[in-house]
């Protein structure tokens, strides 16, 4: 699971390793911003943007009690959903992910958004 910490677009990766989560993820990204009705030069110049990734922990209490909260609820959610790990649609979930909002995404509560909306707002 790799959360932008700016909109909340979460993306689901089954790789285990940079090595393989890495190329991954920039795929996955890639199709989830396709099915967000992203403009494709938009996506393209996103993705030139992400080829120099760098994984580093945060110290925004923020964003980690975001992904705890992602992280209990993607859990749960497939737990009652799929009879089985291998099942699950990563894609469908994903989609599912950008109209949840678990927290705000600015400083007042009168200004929560879908992680889905301020991506298009962002990259259209």
């Known amino acids: ?13 089954t790789g285990k390793g940079s090595r393989k989560m890495l190329p991954e993820f920039l795929e996955r990204t890639e199709r989830l911003l396709h ?3 992203i403009p494709p030069k938009a996506i393209e110049a996103e993705q030139n943007e992400m080829q120099e990734i760098v994984l580093l922990p945060t ?5 980690l009690g ?11 959610h497939v737990q009652v959903k799929y009879p089985s790990y291998e099942e699950i649609d990563w894609d469908r979930e994903e989609m599912i992910f950008t ?10 509560p009168m200004n929560l958004v879908y992680p889905r909306d301020l991506v298009r707002k962002i990259l259209s």
């Open 1 to 13: 699971m790799l959360t932008n910490e700016r909109t909340l677009l979460t993306v689901f990766v």
């Open 35 to 37: 099915r967000l009705g």
């Open 59 to 63: 110290a925004s209490r923020r964003t």
């Open 66 to 76: 975001n992904l705890t909260d992602i992280g209990h609820a993607i859990r749960h």
């Open 99 to 108: 109209e949840r909002i678990y927290s705000s995404l600015y400083e007042t």
